[in-house]
């Protein structure tokens, strides 16, 4: 069974910066693509960004330029640097990994105008 934790998020004013960062634990055999998705209210969770293990990473249009993913593979340890944030980025923040497809219990990040 693999674990996935969150934390970093937080109350900001629009401009100001988070960083979220995702312990993972237990039985990981390998880990591909790593990944954050949030979910705000009445909407449908949408891709933030993912890095896989070959260096690829993948942006939504909306944080391009504003969010970098980083992860160590050696600590199984995923973040996300969130700078100029704006009130649309209020959501709940996840963290998912595959292949296994676990998710994270979640962290919400609040952006006041």
């Known amino acids: 069974q693999v674990q996935l934790v969150e934390s970093g998020g937080g109350l900001v004013q629009a401009g100001g910066s988070l960083r979220l960062s995702c312990a993972i634990s237990?039985?990981?055999?390998?880990?591909?693509?790593m990944g954050w998705y949030r979910q705000a209210p009445g909407k449908q969770r949408e891709l933030v960004a993912t890095s896989s293990r070959g260096g690829n990473r993948n942006y939504g249009d909306s944080v391009k330029g504003r969010f970098t993913i980083s992860r160590d593979n050696v600590r199984n340890t995923l973040y996300l640097q969130m700078n100029n944030l704006k009130p649309e980025d209020t959501a709940v923040y996840y963290c998912h990994i595959l292949p296994s497809g676990s998710w994270g219990q979640g962290t919400q990040v609040t952006v006041s105008s």
């Open positions: 237990g039985s990981i055999f390998s880990i591909n693509t």
